[in-house]
């Protein structure tokens, strides 16, 4: 765990980011959504556990990459250096977009990565899946009223457009909710660096 915390300690001035500390919902004053209430602090994700729960699960780093509650964007980030072209962010805090946005545009400067990014400021409820998006990926980043919202949208999105979907959820407090989707499976538990996941996908 102690090389974990390191990695995240460097992983700003690695590539020129700004992704650290921990936003609590109530502080979060320019959010206009009427699902206010029903989010969860912005906390960044840890690198390792990341990219270890991804070569566990082997998910594979095709499509799109959708982070629902994506904040200043570390796992936009990650999903990039993942290997992923296209990313997707979406969260309800427009300064939060803003801080994504310039996170990505520093992380093209850096490293001369090539891939397609959007990042939009909006209720995550809201958001209609598009024919391409494959990796759906949760920081806990709001309750099981949302999310049943976002899972019934990604049901008619898969209804329209058959495709394997991966659902990567960090700290899964309301994973009941995905599971009584008889569509999706539940693939795998893991914990790394004390970051537990749960994983899922389309049957």
Known sequence: MAVSRAVD???????????????????????????????IRYEPTRALPFRAVMRAAAIPPEGTFVDLGCGKGRTL????VHGFKDVVGIDYSPALCM??????????????????????AMDAADYAFG??????????????????AVM????????RHPRRVWIVYHRPEWRSTIEKNTWMEHTG???????????YRTR
Request: proline letters at 3%.
């Open 99 to 120: 801080i994504a946005e310039r996170n990505l545009d520093r992380l093209r400067a850096r490293s001369g990565r090539v891939f397609a990014s959007q990042v939009a």
């Open 9 to 39: 300690l460097h992983f700003d001035p690695a590539f020129g980011t700004e992704t650290r500390g921990v936003i609590e919902t109530r502080d979060q004053n320019d959010v206009a959504s009427v699902n206010r209430s029903r989010g």
């Open 77 to 80: 980030v990650l999903a990039v």
């Open 131 to 148: 024919a391409d998006d494959r990796v759906l990926f949760l920081f806990n980043p709001f309750d099981a009223t949302v999310l049943a």
């Open 189 to 199: 538990d893991y914990t790394f660096g004390g970051c537990p996941f749960a994983v």
């Open 152 to 159: 019934a949208r990604l049901s008619r999105s898969i209804e």
